[in-house]
Structures are given as C-alpha cells and as structure tokens.
C-alpha cells in the first residue's frame, strides 16, 4: 500500500481539484491519496463518487485533509 | 473522520443566463442617470431616479445575485433547488418583469408600475420557491449560509413595504412621505442587498484570496445587529422622525456593515496570496466604497445643513451611489470574473481534469479586461459621485455614460467567458530551460 501526499493549502481553486484528480491516475488498489486542504472540497466529491473512488475528510484540526481511495465495491 | 455528503451543482445553463442578463440593468440604470434631468439633483423621489435605481438594484444586483444563490446554495452551502424548471421560469419572469418595471417607473405609469409589481412579487416568490431549502436555515449552518438565510426575509419585507408604496400612489391611501421611501430603501439596500454581498463575502474572500491564519470572529454578531438595526431602523424612518432620531439610526444601522468591513479588511490582510487579481482589488475597493456610503449616510441623516448646497437630495444621491454602484456593484464585478469562469470550468473541463491537460479559471477570462471593466466602472461611480455633490449635471451624465460603458464591456466579457473555447496556457520556457531529453 501506497500513499501518495499533496499540500493543496494555499492554492485558489479549482487548482486543488486538478492536482487530486491528476493524482489519482496511478492510484492502485489499496493506494490512497492523502491531500492537505484550507477548506472541504464540495465540488470534487461528484467528480470522485463518478470516477469509482471514496474518499473521508477530516475537519475537526486547523489542517483538513482529504484521503481518497479507490472502491472497492 | 467524518464522511461528507457529495455537493451537486445546478447545470451552467441554469444559472449562466442570470450572470449574463444581470449587466443590461447596470445598463438602463447608466443610460437613465446619463439623460437625467435637472429633477435629479433636486428630489431623491425624481422618476428617473428612481428608475435607475430599481434598474441597477433589481435589474442588475438582485439578478446576478438570483444566479449566484441557485449555484451556491446547492453546490457549497449543502442545500438542494426545489425545481429547477421554476428556476427557468423564475428567469423570464423577472426579466420581463423588471424591464417592466424600470419603463413604467421611468415614465410615471402608476398603473402599468403596479402591473409590472406584482410580475416582481411573482418572480420573488418563485426565487423563494428555490432558494429557501438551497440556502437553508438562518439558525445554523455556516456563515454564508445564515447570512443569505436572513437576507431572503429582507427581500419579503423590502418588496411588501415596495407595492404598498405603488398601491398608496394608484389609490390614494396615504402619502408615500420620504420617510417611507428611506424605509422600503434600506430594507432593499442593507437588509436585502448588504446581508447578501457580506455573507457571499464570508465564503469567497477567503476562498480566492486564500485566508488561513485567520478566522472571522463576528460574523454571527454582526449578522444579528445588522438584522434587527436594519429593522428597526426601517420602521422608525418611515415615521419621518425628527434630526437627532434619524442620526441614532443611521449610527445603528451603519455599525453593523462597518464592523463587518473590519472583519473583512483582517482577513483580506492575513491571505496568504499576495499578488491581487481583479476579485482581491475589487475587494479593497469595495471596502473604500462602504466607508465612504458609511460617511455620506450619516450626513444625510443630519440633512439640509450637511448637505452641499442645501439640497439634501445631492448628498441622498451621492449616498446611493456610493452604496449601490460603489459597495455592492464593484464587489459583484469583482465576484463575477471568478465565480461565471469557475461555473465554465466545473461544467466543461472537470471530466477531463488528471486525464488530459485542461485550463485552470485563469485560462478562462482576461484578467486585463476584468481590471479595465472594474476601473472603468470604479471611475463611473466616483464620477457620479461627484456630479450629485458638486451639483454639476454634466458630470453626473458623464458618470452615467461611464457606468453604461462598464456595463457593455463587462457584458461581452462575461458572454466571453461563456461562448469562447478555451485552452490550458502554454507552459512558459525560461531562456535556456530544458524542455526535452
């Protein structure tokens, strides 16, 4: 299992949406994508939930983080 | 870890159409103030006037901020649109009626005016229709979200308060005083258009301007002082209260927007991205723009021995120009170069984002002819400005003709950004850069 990390924090968007979808592409099955964010991404979620990948996000601390992995289903 | 529910955007067509339509009340409101009559300078209640100024309050902001709800609420703020087919027709409706409106005004026909006013309640309440589940509670949820929540009361009581007037002038009920005007005004102006532009603030200052050191601190403070002043405020103007009443109430109902332009001036100084593109100036120059209202407001308040002149409808003018073009115009320009070519981007490019190149949103419009549209317009409303309080017709005519010209250049630019394809920027190669091996 692999992870592949990205610092999102401080770009405008949609450039943070782009760098996780580019991310993505190699993305093996237990690999996941873990992405420091500034705030939730609401609009990549429908582009990932189209793609077939899940994802969690984590708002609770001052850094929010995305992690993203593929379905499994 | 909490698991998020997907946000959904409206399709671009939905909202693209309240985005490009919304400058041709920027327009009217340019070219009425441009044949503006000596009346102008001289009663704030002067038909013309009060054309332009539904023209640029209805027919531009409220249309462009019609648009801007029905993207925001579903997509970011986690509400859902009731029907999106009533947001088709909410869009003719409100256009045929605001043109309307405007001519009806314009011409001093009380009774197409009255006609033309219940097209807008109609096109009110089909918005409300929508934007009461997209936006959601006033009691909870986010800022932006409370914020357009409460405002969408204020658009009840400032169209309500808005046909009485027209009723009392068809029927002769009652004087329409200009107390009255100043209450049904404000409901419009801080309670309808302020709350609005400060709560959007609260979601895209941050956003664009990349804010992360700095949290807003008031903004739930703010909202409910701004809410209740402008309430109050407004029912006590229509009793065409006395000097001293009329200066507490401009100080209290101005507090609310001026601390709010603290608030935002702390975030915009703690960004994180320096270099300022055209919604980071049109930031700065909108906060410039509210102090400015703030000022003019108070001596309007104080009335004929503050007003230039000793004709209070200068300084009244002035005021709205200030706070209509100037606070709330310039921050929708700003707004729009951002929010329409994102639209473009989340519509046309998303598919295709990480798996071939596709352009960012500054790839979408012209940052230079965004500058030149916000300075042409930011120069239109300083001009104006100046005709109301310097008293010169001309002057004001030539902000008017500014205004229109803003209002042409910002409507291709935006049918630009829609229409155009677009492309990813060619990657800059630095002189003697390795681009291949």
Redesign the interface.
């Known amino acids: 299992m692999a992870t592949i990390q990205i610092d999102n924090r401080g770009l405008q968007p949609p450039e943070p949406m782009v760098r996780i979808l580019a991310a993505l592409g190699g993305l093996a099955v237990d690999d996941e994508v873990v992405a420091l964010m500034d705030r939730e991404p609401h609009l990549l979620y429908p582009e990932l939930e189209r793609r077939g990948y899940t994802w969690e996000f984590d708002g609770r601390d001052d850094a929010y983080v995305l992690t993203v992995r593929r379905s499994t289903a | 870890?909490?698991?998020?529910?997907?946000?959904?955007?409206p399709a671009l067509g939905l909202v693209a159409p309240f985005f490009l339509a919304a400058p041709a009340g920027l327009l009217a409101a340019g070219l009425i103030l441009t044949f503006s009559n000596g009346d102008t300078l001289l009663a704030i209640n002067a038909p013309r006037t009060v054309a332009a100024t539904h023209a640029a309050v209805i027919g531009w902001l409220t249309t462009a901020i019609f648009g801007a709800i029905y993207q925001l609420g579903p997509?970011?703020l986690?509400g859902r649109l009731a029907s999106t087919r009533l947001v088709r027709i909410h869009f003719a409706v409100h256009a045929g009626a605001v043109s309307t409106f405007v001519w009806a005004i314009w011409h001093w026909e009380v009774t197409v005016m009255a006609l033309a006013g219940l097209g807008l309640i109609a096109s009110f309440v089909l918005f409300l229709i929508n934007a009461v589940p997209a936006v959601g509670s006033p009691w909870r949820g986010s800022l932006p979200s409370r914020y357009l929540a409460v405002s969408l009361g204020f658009i009840v009581l400032a169209a309500g308060f808005g046909m009485t007037w027209v009723g009392a002038l068809e029927h002769l009920w009652f004087p329409v005083t200009m107390g009255r005007l100043s209450g049904h005004a404000h409901l419009g102006l801080v309670g309808w258009l302020g709350l609005t532009v400060m709560g959007i603030a609260y979601q895209l200052i941050?956003?664009?301007n990349?804010v992360?050191r700095k949290q807003p601190v008031a903004g739930g403070r703010i909202l409910a002082f701004t809410a209740l002043a402008t309430v109050g405020g407004a029912l006590v103007l229509m009793t065409d209260p006395g000097l001293w009443t009329r200066v507490v109430v401009a100080v209290v109902m101005t507090a609310g927007p001026a601390a709010w332009g603290v608030e935002m001036l702390r975030l915009m100084l703690a960004r994180?991205?320096r270099a300022l593109d055209v919604q980071g100036r049109a930031t700065f120059v909108s906060l410039g723009f509210l102090a400015v209202t703030i000022c003019l407001g108070l001596l309007a308040a104080i009335g004929e021995t503050a007003s230039p002149g000793g004709e209070p409808a200068r300084i009244l003018l002035a005021y709205g120009i200030a706070g209509v073009g100037g606070w709330a115009g310039v921050t929708l320009i700003g707004n729009s170069y951002k929010i329409l070519p994102?639209l473009v981007?989340?519509h046309r490019y998303?598919?295709f984002?990480?798996?071939r190149p596709?352009p960012?949103?500054a790839d979408i419009y012209s940052e230079g002819v965004a500058r030149a549209t916000l300075a042409v317009h930011a120069t239109a409303v300083v001009v104006a400005m100046a005709g109301a309080l310097l008293g010169e017709l001309d002057i004001l005519r030539t902000g008017g003709a500014l205004l229109a010209l803003g209002a042409v250049i910002h409507l291709f630019s935006l049918v630009h950004i829609v229409l155009a394809p677009h492309a990813p920027a060619p990657k800059r190669v630095r002189p003697g850069e390795v681009i291949a091996r």
């Open positions: 870890m909490t698991l998020a529910a997907p946000g959904r955007g997509a970011v986690g941050p956003m664009f990349v992360q994180s991205r994102f981007w989340y998303r598919q984002a990480g798996i596709v960012v949103v």
